[in-house]
């Protein structure tokens, strides 16, 4: 009785559909046929037994159909599902099925990307501990020596403060990287974009690195690039990326030359930036835009990298809607190359 009950209930707004056409049916019945009173009376108690049944049929089916509905969604919910396929509705309700399908496929990937990104979160924080701790207790370790005595020794006093003040810029370096990074992944860093002449603009730019490039022993070059030339993008952002990654060709390359080359294709012109230095493995490639990936750790430490300029050079690039693109071979050199609108 229940059951019959909440069936009513559940088909209470079905209600107008069912009993409208049956009163209207009853209606033309006595207006077009003649009934005795009796037989008026029986024809509507018919017609009410026959709206009450079909609303009870309508009640129960809708009852199952939000039941399976309800069932569907805790089932998502407690993620008891695997994949879209396990998700069943039936015939009368493929529409809706599909929408929920949809939904359960967005809310699995939303909780893949939150893990993803709590993994990451946790990788990072982990990350910048470590590279922190690295010169905090470098420096500490010389200061604490020098106060114990060795301040007095000729000896040792200037070489411990040399490393102590290298320590410290490796630091104030990390620090401006990491605030960098999180700008740009926070969406905040802001970019100004315009044409400027390709040749003044690199130029300019051997000359301010060139003397690290001496130091080694290597030569600085740029190829030749038109005197009308003009690329358009953010130039002191594109700087950043440009000294990123001549500096590491210089520190990776023991002989030989690191190279600026400028190409045109069409609407659109490339930078590359080409050393003979010791190159990257295959394996190594895939993962050297990723923060903190160094391919030799020690070697990187010893040369002051961070971990993020290489990072920061793919979300720079992105920005101006561009990629990265690299090649590399061990023992041969490698290039590192983007395109910009002409």
Known sequence: MNSI??????AKIF???VFLPIVVLYLLLILFISFTFLQSILLFLLFSLLALVTLNLIGLKHRMEVS?????INSIRNNKYNSTDEIKLGEYLVELEGEIKSMFFRTQNDIANLKKLEQVRTEFLGN??????????AIQGYLETLLDGAINDSKVNLNFLKKAN????NLNNLLNDLIDISMIESGQMKMSFRYFNVREYLESLIIELEQHAIAKGLILELSPVKNNLQFFGDKEKLKQVLVNLVMNAIKYTEKGKVEIIVSEDGKRGKITVKDSGIGITERDLERIFERFYRVDKDRSREVGGTGLGLAI????????GSRIEVSSKPGIGSEFSFSLKK
Do not use: D, G, M, Y
Request: no cysteine.
């Open 128 to 137: 910048v501990s470590h590279e922190l701790r690295t010169p905090i207790f």
């Open 68 to 72: 399976t509905i309800r069932n569907t």
């Open 5 to 10: 009950k909440e069936n009513f209930v559940s």
């Open 313 to 320: 050079v793919k979300h720079i690039i992105e920005a101006h």
């Open 166 to 169: 290298q320590h410290t810029i």
């Open 15 to 17: 209600l107008t559909s």
